[in-house]
């Protein structure tokens, strides 16, 4: 659904190696640690109104990331102060026509590609990475997504690739610093079938979407297993800890069964990839999410059995802290990757890689 806009060298130069060595290659370029921060204009910058009362904090990180259009029309904003001036329209909107303490989203993008806060200490905690802002964009949601205003009304007509760009760069950096995998970005339509918000043609973007994000959540050349029913071993435990992660319950005994491939159907299918059942690289790039000290749960213990694998003596009981930060520097180190301390798409690809 994304003629008009290139696509990503990553799948551009994407090469199959072949299903008999049980490992797919999406990328040749080297390894690079963590997304680039993008430009984020704060209220201030804008020349927000402060809020009528104080915004909330909602006291988790959020689940996911909701992606809107604004409705509005797709006239340029080519200036600085024309991409302020949205953010400024949709608050007096949110605040004296609808009655919101302030914004409803949480960040904005420009059709130009500018990068605003919307609701007030929504930059302050995405910087901190905890304690989400509680929003008002989708009823249920508030408190467990981030919403993102797209400027512009795209049921016919695609987002400028300034505009896609921004957008992609935001939700990578959103992904890593509350350590979502890039599976976790929806549409306001998935969640409220009432409205048509972001508009077909960018809602139809969404699964190249989660590719790109991917590929800018972790940089790098990535070879990852292709696990299929009938396999079985620590990958698949891996597999199978990851997809609870997400949610989906299934048993976790390391063997690759029915229930495993439906578990992977699901995940597939809501993530707009090819629903085949197997895990091979396209779902791993969306399935693994980045964990560091202080993360805790099922990615968590699939990190530590993998790389107690790889030589280390952790106890695998999914809370990532100082022991287990050590045990990630020192395998990164080994491997040439940097030794940020970080599991994220480059480590956990080596991390299964055959030790
Ligand atoms: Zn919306």
Redesign the pocket.
Known sequence: MTPALPRRAFLAGAVAIGVGTGFEVLSVTPAHAAPGTPEIFDCTAWNARPPTSAVSLAGNNPNKILV??TDFPNTPDATQADSFAIAKEIQDLHIDHNGWIDSGQHFTISRSGVIMEGRHRSLERLKAGSNMVVGA??PGQNSSAIGIENNGTYMTEAPPAVLYGALTGMCAYICWQYGLSASEIYG?RDFLST?D??GDVLYGMLPQLRLDVAAEVDPGGRVWPSLGQGTDGENVRALQYLLTQTGRSLGVDGDFGPATASAVEDFQKAAGLTVDGVAGATTWELLVPPRRNGSSGAAVTAAQRLLNLHGSSLTADGVFGSLTASAVKAFQTAGGLPADGVVASNTWSRLLATP
Request: charged residues 0%; aromatic residues 0%; contains cysteine.
């Open positions: 809107h259009h964009h989708c306001h409205t918000c972001p």
